[in-house]
C-alpha cells in the first residue's frame, strides 16, 4: 500500500529535498502551499507534475484541516515558518503567529483529522541560543537569543506536548545549520556563494557581511531530509539533534568559497555593523550521537568543504547563464 505524506513548506529548501526523498522511496506526496499573486515554485518545478499541492496557510486552521482531508496522511512534515533569524527583529508578531502558533493548528488538524498519523516538527538549534553547554544535545536547556529561537521552543513544546497529552506520534528534528545551493539568497552561506559567483564573473566588486567570528555546525540540507525521514519510521516518536558534531566560522566558510574560484575572501570581504545581530548567538555546535545510534544517521555524508564547493560551483553555473542571456539580450 503506497504511503502518503503532507510537507508544510514544500517550495522551501528542506521541503522540496524531502519530497524528492520520498517520491524516490514511492510515497504519494502532498505539499501546502500559500497563494500568491507570483508563484514560487522554483524549488520543486522539476517535480511539479508528481506532487499534488493543496492550498492552505498556517494561519487558518479550517484550510490545515481540509488538507489533511484531501491527503489523508501516514506521515506529516511540518516545515513551514518564517525562517530568516535576522527577520525576526523587525517582524517580531508574524514571526510568533508563522513560526509559533502555526504549529498548533498543524498538530490540531492532524489530532482532529488523522490522530494516528505520525507528525515531524521542524525544530531549531536557535533554540539553544546562548548556550549553557557544548556540544548541544537533546537535553541541553534552551535559551533563545532571537524572536525566530522563542518562537521555535513554542513549537518545538507543543510537539512534545501533543505527544504525551493525546499519545499522538510527534517528534522534532531540532536541525543545526543546513545548507544548499537552494538555500535563500538572505541567509549569510547562500549570500556568499552568490556573491563569490558574481565577483569572479565581474558583476560585483565587494561583500558585506556581519559577524565573522561567528561559529556554526553546518551540514548538507540533502542529508538531513534524511534524518527527518528516519524519525518517522521508528516504533516510538522521540526528539533528535540532527547536526555534524563539527564547528566552522563564517570566515572559514569565506576562505572556501573563495579559494574555490581562485580568489581570496580578503580582497572583497567588508564587515559591516548592520549585519551584526540584536542578540549574537556566537557559537552553536551540535551533539548528534543520539541520531547515529539510534537511527544510524550519518553525519558526514556530505563534508563541510564539499558542501561549500557545491554551492559555489551551482551559483557560478547560475550566474554564467544569467550572465550569458544578459548579453544575448543586448542589455
Known sequence: MTKKALITGITGQDGSYLAELLLEKGYKVYGVRRRTSVPILENIKHIENEIELIEGDL??????VRAVQVSNPDEVYNLGAQSFVGTSWNQPIITGQVTA?????MLESVRIVKPDAKFYQ????EMFGKVVETPQKETTPFYPRSPYGVAKVYGHWMTVNYRESYDMFTCSGILFNHESPRRGIEFV????SDAVARIKLGLQSELRLGNLDALRDWGYAKD??????LMLQQKEADDYVIATGEVHSVKEFCELAFSHVGLSYQDYVVTDPKFFRAAEVDLLLGDPSKSIEKLGWNPQKTTFKELVHLMVDQDMERIRQYKSQYNVLGK
Open 59 to 64: 494561519l487558518d486552521l479550517s484550510s490545515l
Open 122 to 125: 521542524a525544530s531549531s538549534s
Open 189 to 192: 552561506t547562500r549570500k556568499i
Open 224 to 229: 538531513y531530509v534524511e534524518c527527518m525521514w
Open 101 to 105: 502558533l502555526s504549529v498548533t493548528n
